[in-house]
């Protein structure tokens, strides 16, 4: 059996032999042909070299592996709304705060806990934004609790919104209850973008994974862009039935209103 060790051993003796020191073991007094910087340069220049070729590989190949694991986390979310709607006589989890609005990816933070305990906690988030977090809309850098009554969620939440009349305008509805239209969107990823006294996006999925600013998957942006602008490809959609599709970003719809008070808030599925 052919090992790394042996393999090592047979590269390093015939290089002796093309440099014309001797095979075996030399003695402490024997001197040895050290490498060159120009033999060392080279070895960097081929190492850095196939690092460059094969690092957007892993990134793709990664990137993958999370949109089925995106997929695994809708599905797993989609089935705690069905087990939530169960004993809350049909009705889906709340969407409405405190303070009497709603956003897409900011819960009640008791409809926060609710998801989790059914579903969680790794499960609330696209695994290209865990652990999902805003910086300058939260309380403390890191966390998920913000300033108007809630917490943020790595997805967009469509459910459980009750002004349907002025979603629907816009294109969308929101599901109320179990047994509402199964094509609906419930749980989708977060593609979306607005502006609120600066301008921000979300793409969490491009070919080599979220697109980041800073480290930060939230992005505060000097001019509006849309996740399809910041080479997003796509995202998972997982509707009231319990099924989750992969749809490109070409075929997505881009002005879903995803929040009460902004127009300017957009999410795209």
């Known amino acids: 059996m052919v090992t790394c060790k042996t ?15 001797p095979t075996e073991s030399p003695s402490p007094r024997q001197g040895r042909r050290a490498f060159t910087s120009i033999e060392l340069l080279g070895l960097v220049g081929v190492v850095g070299a196939f690092a460059i070729l094969f690092l957007p590989v892993v990134k793709r190949n990664r990137e993958l592996s999370h949109r089925v694991q995106c997929r695994q986390n809708l599905r797993a979310l989609g089935v705690a709304a069905h087990l939530y709607a169960s004993q809350q006589g049909g009705r889906l989890f709340p969407h409405r705060r405190i303070n009497g609005d709603w956003a897409g990816f900011n819960l009640p933070t008791r409809t926060f806990s609710q998801i989790t305990n059914l579903a969680g906690e790794t499960a609330v988030d ?15 850098p890191g966390t998920r609790a913000t300033a108007n009554e809630g917490a ?20 969308w509805e929101s599901p109320l209850t179990s047994s509402a239209d199964p094509s609906w969107p419930l749980f989708v990823d977060l593609n979306a973008s607005g502006w609120d006294q600066q301008f921000w996006a979300i793409a969490p999925h491009t070919a080599t994974g979220p697109r980041r600013l800073l480290g930060n998957t939230y992005l505060i942006l000097q001019a509006h862009l849309k996740p399809i602008d910041l080479q997003a490809e796509g995202g998972n959609v997982g509707s009231l039935d319990g099924a989750v599709e992969w749809r490109a970003a070409r075929r997505m719809k881009q002005d879903n209103w995803i929040y009460k008070y902004y127009f300017e808030a957009r999410g795209m599925w």
């Open 7 to 21: 393999v090592i051993a047979r590269i390093t003796e015939r290089w002796w032999e093309k440099t014309g020191a």
């Open 126 to 140: 696209c695994p290209n934004l865990y652990p999902f977090t805003m910086p300058g809309q939260v309380y403390t």
């Open 152 to 171: 943020v969620l790595g997805y967009i939440y469509c459910g459980g919104i009750d002004e349907t009349n002025m979603l629907r305008r816009y294109g």
